[in-house]
């Protein structure tokens, strides 16, 4: 790779570590809050970031009724899986649920075969079988993984 996409791959990767360790830093300064403190933490968080966009008028003008009604279901999924993800690094921290959020790739090859099989090819190709036996192959280590991880405590 390139110098430059090694950095750019280096400052993603720290950021995205600090964004993780930041949740837990912020669920336990509102641990006051008790049980209401990762939705509360959720909701300060975007509450931030809605208020750092209010000076650029150009990210919120442009919307129309339409886009934004078809933005809100994706809005409401992300925001209750940010909630989820905000109990999940205070329950059992933040190695342990990045290592959980893998199991993501079991579910996602069910998905993906359930949609494919009902049809719906613009969204997800059926794969080959040689595909998807490597797909199950790697969703099997890495729950194997998951749980060697959760053993070895």
Same mark, same amino acid.
């Given at each position: 790779?390139?110098? &430059?996409?090694?950095?750019?791959?280096?400052?993603?990767?720290?950021?995205?570590?600090? #964004?993780?360790?930041? +949740?837990? %830093?912020?669920?336990?300064?509102?641990?006051? /809050?008790?049980?209401?403190?990762? $939705?509360?933490?959720?909701?300060?968080?975007?509450?931030?970031?809605?208020?750092?966009?209010?000076?650029?008028? #150009?990210? %919120? =003008?442009?919307?129309?009724? /339409?886009? %934004?009604?078809? /933005?809100?279901?994706?809005?409401?999924?992300?925001?209750? /899986?940010?909630?989820?993800? &905000?109990?999940?690094? *205070?329950?059992?921290?933040?190695?342990?649920?990045?290592?959980?959020? #893998?199991?993501?790739?079991?579910?996602?090859?069910?998905?993906?075969?359930?949609? *494919? =099989? %009902?049809?719906?090819?613009?969204?997800?190709?059926? $794969?080959?079988?040689?595909?998807? +036996?490597? =797909? +199950?192959?790697?969703?099997?280590?890495?729950?194997?993984?998951?749980?060697?991880?959760?053993?070895?405590?």
């Amino acid at each position: 790779l390139p110098w &430059f996409a090694i950095f750019g791959l280096a400052i993603s990767i720290v950021g995205y570590s600090f #964004s993780d360790l930041s +949740i837990v %830093w912020l669920v336990q300064r509102l641990s006051a /809050a008790e049980r209401m403190a990762p $939705p509360l933490a959720v909701c300060l968080t975007y509450l931030l970031c809605g208020l750092v966009c209010l000076p650029f008028p #150009s990210l %919120w =003008r442009r919307g129309r009724v /339409a886009a %934004w009604r078809y /933005a809100l279901p994706h809005a409401l999924s992300w925001y209750a /899986a940010m909630i989820l993800l &905000f109990f999940c690094f *205070a329950t059992i921290g933040v190695v342990f649920g990045n290592i959980m959020q #893998s199991t993501r790739g079991l579910i996602s090859i069910a998905l993906g075969s359930v949609v *494919a =099989r %009902w049809g719906m090819t613009h969204l997800e190709t059926a $794969p080959s079988r040689k595909v998807l +036996i490597k =797909r +199950i192959a790697g969703a099997v280590l890495m729950t194997g993984a998951i749980a060697l991880y959760l053993l070895s405590k």
